[in-house]
């Protein structure tokens, strides 16, 4: 037991009094990271519900989070590859040539985001949340793969603040803190962000001029928006060798994702289930008018769709947290995306949008069942 | 009383600060949203508020004695919306660049609540002299909250002050450089946030108060 | 002197109808004697947009470059009289993504080549859409072609994305990422320029007499019949490319091709 002896020697330092006690939260944090805290919740008053605390729930997600940041990082490399104009076979190297794109991202949004939470949890003398982890992992996972540092720096900056912080940190976040730093990019960086340039590594150009032939850079969403006939076929899509952001191309990866989740109980399984009824209801009510090579199911498939409805509608803290309301906040976010991809000539992929809107109305819908569930139990009593 | 008494001085100085209609009673919000994409509109919307303010505190404080109690608003109402269409006038006829990206939001200063607010609080209670100050003091408070957000609106989101390219074009991601504009700041969201930010920032500063 | 009842219902009256009637005669006076004025900045305004389609931006003086520049036709397009050389001048209406667009165009004499363009809009997307303002793009029209084969061909495309067979002097390169925008842009571009063909054909045919000139050749007495002939066919893409002009006997090589009739007038 070194390390728990290095940690307990090192604790007066950094506690109230000490000579660090300006960097108290950090090592708070890196103790809890390797020991479960030896102070538990008071007898009374806190009501545990749960055998797992934050931190590993949050280490589950991670986990869930790997087939698709993998195949991300695959794919990175494979569009490379196709758009340069030497398609190989070369697994390995084009995974290697993934990595080494992707992981610059990682470390910026882990830096820019943990030290903005070890900051403001310096500031209001309260401990670093977890949440960021999963956060932080995510951000990377939904940008384009052409998005340069400093932009996803600054984005993340500003969910982390503007998300998170004012509304008093991990847990009290009426928006999904990744998504708002993808709106952000969105509406602040947008020819960053949409358009055929951005999904693919470098080289761009190259696709553009059409010096590839039968290869665009554009994402699927992205030929439907422009009213251009889809030059990927139903397999690709589920696969997830098509460009897109680098978590979302995978149907596959995402589900297997999705397993690890519902195993674990982390994610509810309500929530996605419903959110892919209401998207599929709505995508066969609106097909695409004259689409070519597009069938109305692989709505479910291409862009943030899947991803969104694992990964981030189904956050615990902005999702509806009633059994009942998660099946209606499930499903207004499955239909909502694809009215927004169908009948907004503006915005080829709708899955940020519908999510944010309805983690505005979260809490309304909680409330309506709960209310109900009052007037019904008050009824009961009143017989 | 002397005219630049102390009393007379808090009245001006005030809203300028501690009682700011923007950062402190949250007035006003509306217009400083939607004119401050830029520095040069920001600036002559919050004089424009300024001078409106100002005089209608005068002209009310002058008829205060004889106006019916009944319609003591409407009369507030006439006398606002003859001087913003008189502003409204000169603005077109001789900055007509800026009053076209005013556009309605001149003729909607009849509206904004920081007016209603000090001809009701302030100048029906006040004679000319202090209504005057009263409402130069408010209407720079507001111009200058204005101002802040325009100038980092308009900084950020073109790169520009009052039209003067600041950032080096070589920056420029199209010049192989990588800086970007931010698109989110010439919308009306950022400028809440930068209100907000603003408000947080005063709040910090005189938390004793 | 007893104090004005100032509650009182015939007070109230007689104070407001008294207020109301000052004010309106201020408000009054104000805008007749400022009307001048605006009416003034609102065609200044027109003006230097009409101004940007010649390449004229940035006028200290708007309203004397204009008086000295351009003139007002009664079908609603201008000619400019730019260092002695004509061009006319369309004006464009259209949709964009989110609300109008309009511009201005201005063609070489020879009806086919496009001088400088404008445009504007209400309400685009900053960052894309809304960048259809600036000059970069509108430059990217100068010297671009107008018709092929009658019609408007002249088209905002994706890079990459232009129909396949039209040659690059058709094809202004769209803004990244604001595909709609500058789909609205191309739509109104060929709509409004096809509503005014016959507008820039007279243009075309006017002075210069040239008998190439689309559906001119029977009028311009200058012309010998059997060499118009020959010419009506080189015509049709306005000798752009070596194939057209090789059905055409007079032109000798692509240079010449463009004045074909011209020099075989002078010839004659």
């Not at chain 1, 897109?244 to 982390?266: D, N």
């Not at chain 2, 401050?36 to 209608?56: C, E, H, N, R, Y």
């Not at chain 2, 004889?66 to 608003?73: F, H, L, S």
């Not at chain 3, 793009?137 to 067979?165: M, R």
Request: hydrophobic fraction near 45%; charged fraction near 15%; charge should be negative.
């Amino acid at each position: 037991m070194g390390l728990k002896k290095i940690l307990d020697n090192m604790k007066p330092t950094f506690s109230e009094g000490g000579k660090l006690s300006a960097f108290g939260s950090l090592f708070d944090a890196a103790e809890t990271f390797f020991y479960v805290p030896n102070e538990t919740a008071k007898v009374r008053g806190a009501h545990i519900h749960d055998a797992i605390d934050s931190k590993r729930s949050i280490f589950f997600v991670i986990i869930a989070l790997i087939p698709a940041i993998l195949f991300g990082m695959y794919n990175i490399g494979y569009q490379h590859n196709i758009a340069v104009g030497v398609p190989t076979d070369d697994i390995c190297g084009q995974f290697l040539y993934g990595l080494g794109v992707m992981l610059p991202k990682i470390i910026v949004s882990y830096a820019v985001g943990l030290g903005i939470e070890c900051a403001f949890a310096q500031w209001k003398k309260e401990e670093v949340h977890e949440g960021f982890f999963v956060t932080g992992m995510l951000i990377p996972m939904i940008v384009p793969v052409n998005c340069p540092l400093w932009i996803i720096a600054i984005a993340t900056a500003f969910a982390v603040i503007f998300a998170k912080e004012v509304f008093g940190g991990t847990g009290m976040n009426i928006f999904n803190p990744a998504l708002v730093t993808r709106a952000f990019l969105f509406f602040a960086y947008p020819a960053m962000m949409s358009g055929d340039k951005v999904w693919v590594n470098e080289n761009y150009m190259d696709c553009i001029n059409g010096t590839i032939d039968g290869y665009s850079c554009a994402t699927p969403l992205g030929q439907l928006g422009a009213g251009e006939p889809v030059t990927y076929d139903a397999m690709d899509t589920i696969i997830g060798t098509i460009p897109g952001s680098i978590g979302e191309t995978s149907f596959i990866a995402i589900m297997i994702g999705a397993v690890i989740l519902i195993w674990a109980g982390i994610a509810s399984w309500k929530i996605i289930v419903s959110t892919f009824v209401g998207g599929a209801l709505l995508a066969y009510l609106l097909p695409y008018a004259g689409a070519e090579n597009f069938e109305w199911w692989e709505q479910l498939t291409v862009g943030g769709f899947a991803f969104g409805a694992v990964f981030m509608a189904t956050d615990p803290v902005t999702a509806a947290r009633t059994e009942c309301g998660k099946y209606i906040y499930g499903f207004l976010i499955g239909a909502m995306a694809i009215i927004i991809r169908v009948l907004n000539p503006g915005f080829p992929e709708g899955m940020m949008l519908a999510i944010l809107l309805m983690n505005v109305f979260a809490p309304l819908i909680d409330y309506c069942f709960v209310q109900s569930n009052i007037n019904k139990r008050a009824k009961r009593a009143a017989k | 009383m002397s005219l630049f008494s102390k009393e007379n001085g808090e009245v001006f100085k005030s809203p300028l600060n501690l009682n700011n209609p923007v950062a402190v009673q949250v007035l006003g919000i509306c217009s400083a949203l939607a004119v401050t994409s830029q520095l040069k509109p920001a600036i002559v919307m919050g004089l424009s508020v300024t001078v409106i303010t100002a005089f209608a505190n005068v002209i009310i404080s002058l008829l205060r004695k004889t106006i019916p109690n009944r319609i003591r608003i409407i009369v507030q109402l006439v006398v606002v919306a003859a001087l913003v269409t008189i502003v409204s006038n000169i603005l077109k006829a001789y900055v007509y660049d800026v009053s076209v990206q005013l556009s309605v939001y001149v003729g909607l200063i009849i509206t904004n609540c920081i007016l209603m607010g000090r001809l009701e609080a302030f100048a029906m209670q006040n004679g000319p002299w202090e209504s005057f100050l009263d409402g130069v003091g408010n209407g720079l408070g507001y111009a200058f909250v204005l101002v802040v957000v325009g100038f980092f609106r308009e900084l950020l989101g073109f790169g520009s002050i009052l039209g003067f390219q600041i950032i080096p074009d070589s920056f420029y991601m199209e010049n192989g450089g990588l800086y970007l504009n931010n698109g989110m700041m010439t919308m009306p969201a950022m400028a809440l946030i930068l209100v907000a930010c603003f408000i947080w920032a005063h709040r910090s500063i005189n938390k004793e108060k | 002197m007893a104090k004005l009842n100032t509650n009182s219902n015939v007070y109230t009256i007689v104070y407001a109808s008294v207020m109301v009637i000052i004010v309106a005669f201020l408000l009054a006076f104000v805008a007749s004697s400022l009307k001048a004025t605006q009416d003034a900045n609102v065609a200044r305004d027109v003006k230097g947009q009409i101004l940007s389609s010649v390449n004229l931006r940035g006028e200290a003086d708007v309203d004397a470059k204009y008086a000295e520049v351009i003139t007002e036709n009664a079908d609603g397009t201008f000619t400019a009289n730019i260092n002695g050389e004509e061009k006319l001048i369309v004006p464009l209406k259209g949709a964009g993504l989110w609300g109008p667009i309009w511009g201005y165009i201005s063609v070489n004499k020879d009806g086919e080549t496009v001088y400088g363009a404008f445009f504007n809009h209400e309400g685009e997307t900053a960052g894309l859409g809304a960048r259809i303002v600036e000059e970069w793009f509108q430059t990217g029209f100068n010297g671009k072609k107008i018709f092929k084969d009658n019609e408007v061909a002249l088209g905002v495309y994706k890079a990459g994305k232009a129909p396949s067979g039209l040659s690059a002097d058709y094809v202004v390169d769209a803004v990244t990422g604001a595909t709609l925008t500058s789909d609205g842009v191309r739509n109104m571009i060929q709509k409004s320029i096809a509503q005014y063909a016959d507008a820039i054909a007279a243009f075309k045919g006017g002075e210069s007499k040239s008998c190439c000139g689309k559906g001119q050749c029977e009028m311009a007495d200058s012309c010998a019949t059997d060499s118009c002939a020959n010419c009506a066919s080189c015509d049709k893409a306005n000798c752009a490319s070596n194939e057209d002009c090789a059905s055409c006997e007079k032109c000798a090589s692509e240079k010449e091709c463009g004045s074909c009739c011209e020099s075989d007038n002078t010839n004659k």
